[in-house]
């Protein structure tokens, strides 16, 4: 059974920072994007950053030149950093990664159960 399990989340001030990790674990043969969405109360769910094998990153223009996404392929890792957090960035915030656990069964998403950021202002 494979597993995204995140941590890192809590409340802070606007201006500060946060930094979130995401492990991925289990029978794991390759994963290649990895990402980080989120969700606000009302929204749809929407896409924060993500990152390839090769390690290129993409960013929402939101949130472009405050967040930072990073991995560590060793460890099965993805982290996002980020930084001069705003009110509007308030919400669960859910890693995702596109694995396969066979070299005999196509790759598909699998995503982690959310971590709760706030932002007061």
């Known amino acids: 059974q494979v597993q995204l399990v995140e941590s890192g989340g809590g409340l802070v001030q606007a201006g500060g920072s946060l930094r979130l990790s995401c492990a991925a674990s289990g029978r794991i043969v390759s994963i290649n994007a990895m990402g980080w969405y989120r969700q606000a109360p009302g929204k749809e769910r929407e896409l924060v950053a993500v990152?390839?094998?090769?390690?290129?990153?993409n960013y929402a223009y939101s949130v472009k030149g405050r967040f930072t996404i990073s991995r560590d392929n060793a460890k099965n890792t993805v982290y996002l950093q980020m930084n001069s957090l705003k009110p509007e960035d308030t919400a669960v915030y859910y890693c995702?990664?596109?694995?396969?656990?066979?070299?005999?069964?196509?790759?598909?998403?699998?995503w982690g159960h959310g971590t709760q950021v706030t932002v007061s202002s």
């Open positions: 995702n990664g596109r694995l396969r656990t066979s070299w005999m069964t196509p790759e598909y998403d699998c």
């Open positions: 990152i390839n094998s090769g390690g290129t990153p």
